[in-house]
């Protein structure tokens, strides 16, 4: 019986110290650089970069600026919702409208891929729900009806 209280104790202790404790968290805002306070994802990329998608483009943080990416830097859409990053350090964003674009030597490309007419087409209302680059280059878009696949060349006419 003591040796539960002494238990009981210790936790009570424990939880009352814990709850003192705060963690440095730093709230940022469009008054701090983002493009919007609507966001949808977040992502680190394999440089360290955080990437955040919003409904008026993406944002690049270094940790203390944001760098940010709209229609007018080359997206196809300023309403992003996700990120993926692949084996050669591409960041695709997939948009609202279904259209992809990718970040690549520090700058926005891929607005003017063929495969976007399609993807439209094919997604009429839906988005994409996922993306993965083999090591071809060939893209796999996953849907709510299937999977997609993109063969190189298909993407923006370039092999970057």
Not at 63 to 83: E, M, P, R, V
Request: with cysteine; aromatic share 14%; glycine share 10%.
């Amino acid at each position: 019986m003591k040796t539960h209280r002494l238990l009981l104790i210790a936790v009570l202790v424990t939880c009352g110290l814990l709850s003192v404790a705060q963690l440095p968290f730093r709230h940022y805002s469009t008054n701090e650089g983002l493009p919007s306070s609507e966001t949808y994802s977040v992502f680190q990329d394999s440089k360290g970069y955080i990437w955040i998608a919003t409904d008026m483009g993406v944002s690049r943080f270094d940790g203390y600026n944001f760098k940010n990416y709209s229609t007018a830097d080359g997206l196809a859409d300023n309403t992003i919702f996700k990120f993926y990053e692949d084996y050669k350090g591409r960041i695709w964003f997939h948009s609202f409208s279904g259209r992809l674009s990718y970040y690549y030597n520090d700058s926005i490309r891929g607005a003017d891929m063929p495969i976007n007419e399609q993807l439209r087409a094919t997604l009429r209302n839906g988005y994409l729900t996922g993306i993965r680059c083999l090591a071809n280059d060939t893209l796999l878009l996953g849907t709510f009806n299937g999977l997609i696949k993109v063969i190189p060349g298909n993407t923006d006419g370039t092999n970057t």
